[in-house]
């Protein structure tokens, strides 16, 4: 495993790790909301798993996450990192590649492909359509009193890189905004889907069981029972289906 940095399109110095493989295909990874490139351990694991099975897998934190520099997060921005991973990737001599995304990740994979070199998409507990959350549950009342004062508020991680995170206003808003027959129909690779059924999952599932008409045929939602939104206590079977996937369409 390698240390990387590249460079967005608004020149922010974006920080990640390469696991070199043996084949000629890259995986990228795309962490979720407040989280960074190793996801609680889950992206680590994960990330092992594909290099055993051939891939090249790229990991990196999005801007104002983890080791990247610092910037508020927002869904455009996130999009925008994305982008230029793929072109670092492209770089590099990678033509094809797979997105693996969790969470918001997830949504943001959706957002940044690219049909000349994404083959192929696993997406775990995937935000396909519009949700709307009670921000009170996540955040205290002095947090929201300042994003209402000034757009934007700060929200303490537990990161070995950094103390907190800046979150936008419009990242908030950015996850009831979404028309989800536009953001899946544009999809043209077979993309698996894998949710739980419990927790935030039961907000999740039920709208990619609406959506999955707009995704290419080939494409598969996979429900594991018991499983909630961070797949803890399941990641046997999340890793099984990845590889599965991987070795069947990519």
């Known amino acids: 495993m390698e240390k990387i940095t590249f460079g967005n ?63 508020p997060l927002s869904l455009e921005a996130e999009v925008s990192d994305l982008t230029a991973a793929i072109d670092y990737a492209v770089t590099k001599g990678f033509t094809d590649i ?43 009342s002095s947090q929201l009193e300042e994003l209402k004062e000034t757009g934007y508020l700060k929200h303490p991680v537990q990161d070995p890189y950094r103390e907190e995170i800046v979150i936008s206003r419009q990242m908030l808003v950015d996850f009831e905004q979404v028309d989800q027959e536009r953001l899946l129909s544009c999809i043209q690779c077979p993309v698996l889907i894998v949710h739980g059924d419990q927790g935030e999952e039961e907000i999740l599932l039920p709208l990619t069981q609406k959506g999955i008409k707009w995704l290419p045929s080939s494409s598969q939602l996979t429900v594991i029972e018991g499983a909630p939104h961070s797949f803890e206590g399941y990641l046997d079977h999340v890793e099984k289906a990845a590889i599965d996937w991987l070795h069947k369409h990519f």
């Open 9 to 71: 399109n608004q020149g922010l110095k974006l920080r990640g790790v390469f696991h070199k493989g043996t084949n000629d295909k890259l995986i990228i990874m795309c962490h979720g909301f407040r989280s960074n490139r190793s996801s609680r351990g889950r992206f680590d694991r994960f990330a092992e798993g594909f290099q055993n099975h051939g891939y090249h897998v790229m990991r990196f934190d999005f801007g104002g996450c983890g080791e990247s520099e610092d910037r």
């Open 98 to 140: 797979a997105l693996y995304g969790h969470s918001l990740g997830a949504r943001v994979c959706l957002e940044s492909y690219q049909p000349t070199y994404i083959k192929t998409m696993i997406l775990t507990g995937a935000g396909t359509g519009p949700v709307t959350y009670d921000w009170t549950e996540e955040f205290t």
